[in-house]
C-alpha cells in the first residue's frame, strides 16, 4: 500500500515532442505529491509538486495532472529538449507527520532525441 | 547559497568493514534525510534526523545508523557491510522536518568489494 507505480520505465521522444510519465498509488494518506530529475552522476533535484487539493500544475515547460479519485498522477513535457534527456522520479509523502519519507517510483529514464 | 554536501564523494570498501558518510545541508536548513539509491531498489528512505532528534526511520537493518549535530551537519554509519550495501547514498536537506521539499545533494557512492 506504500508503493508507488510508475511506468514507462524508458521513454524515448523527438526534440519538441510532450513525453508523459505516470505514477499511481493506493495509500489515501498520501498528501504530497513531488517529481523529481536526476542526471547521471548528480542527486534529484525537485522539479515540481502537487497536492491532492489541485487537479493541475505548471511550472513553465511541466505540468503535472493528477486525478484524486482514480489515485494517479502524471508530469508532461511540453517542447521537449535534449537538456531534459535525465531520469525522472515521482514520489509520494504519507502526511506532515511523515517529514522527508518520500515514497519514489521506480523511475523513467527519458531520452529526447535532437 | 550552497548547496547540500556530501563527503566522500566515492570509496571503496570490503565487507564485514565499517563507513562514515557526512553531510553537510543547506544553510539555515534543519532537517536531514538520508536515502539509498541503488538499480534494483530504487530510492529507498533510510531516516531522518530533525534538531539532532532521529525523526522517523526507513526499513532497514540495525547496521544502518546516523546522527546529527548541533550545527544541523549529519553523519550515517553503516557497520559489518555487506556487498548489497554498495549503493550511491544521497542526503537531503528540508527547512523544516513536516516539510516534503527536499534538497538533494550529489551522494556517496559506496562500493563494498
Known amino acids: 500500500q506504500q508503493q508507488v507505480k510508475q511506468s514507462p520505465q524508458s521513454l524515448i521522444v523527438q526534440k519538441g515532442g510532450i513525453p508523459i510519465i505516470n505514477c499511481a498509488y493506493e495509500n489515501t494518506a498520501f498528501d504530497y505529491f513531488p517529481w523529481y530529475q536526476q542526471f547521471p552522476g548528480k542527486g534529484p533535484a525537485l522539479l515540481i509538486a502537487?497536492?491532492?487539493?489541485?487537479s493541475e500544475k505548471k511550472e513553465g515547460r511541466f505540468t503535472i495532472s493528477f486525478n484524486k479519485s482514480a489515485k494517479q498522477f502524471s508530469l508532461h513535457i511540453m517542447d521537449s529538449q535534449p537538456g531534459d534527456s535525465a531520469t525522472y522520479f515521482c514520489a509520494a509523502r504519507a502526511g506532515e507527520t511523515s517529514g522527508s519519507r518520500l515514497t519514489f517510483g521506480e523511475g523513467t529514464q527519458l531520452t529526447v532525441n535532437p | 547559497k550552497a548547496g547540500v554536501t556530501q563527503t566522500p564523494r566515492y570509496l571503496i570498501k570490503t565487507r564485514g568493514q565499517q563507513v562514515t558518510l557526512s553531510c553537510s545541508p543547506i544553510s539555515g536548513h534543519r532537517s536531514v534525510s538520508w536515502y539509498q539509491q541503488t538499480p534494483g531498489q530504487g530510492l529507498q528512505f533510510l531516516f531522518e534526523y530533525f534538531s539532532e532528534t532521529q525523526r522517523n526511520k526507513g526499513n532497514f537493518p540495525g547496521r544502518f545508523s546516523g546522527r546529527q549535530f548541533s550545527n544541523s551537519r549529519s553523519e550515517m554509519n553503516v557497520s559489518t557491510l555487506e556487498l548489497g550495501d554498495s549503493a550511491l547514498y544521497l542526503c537531503a536537506s528540508s527547512l523544516a522536518w513536516e516539510y516534503g521539499e527536499l534538497f538533494f545533494g550529489e551522494g556517496s557512492r559506496l562500493t563494498v568489494l
Open positions: 502537487i497536492r491532492p487539493d489541485v
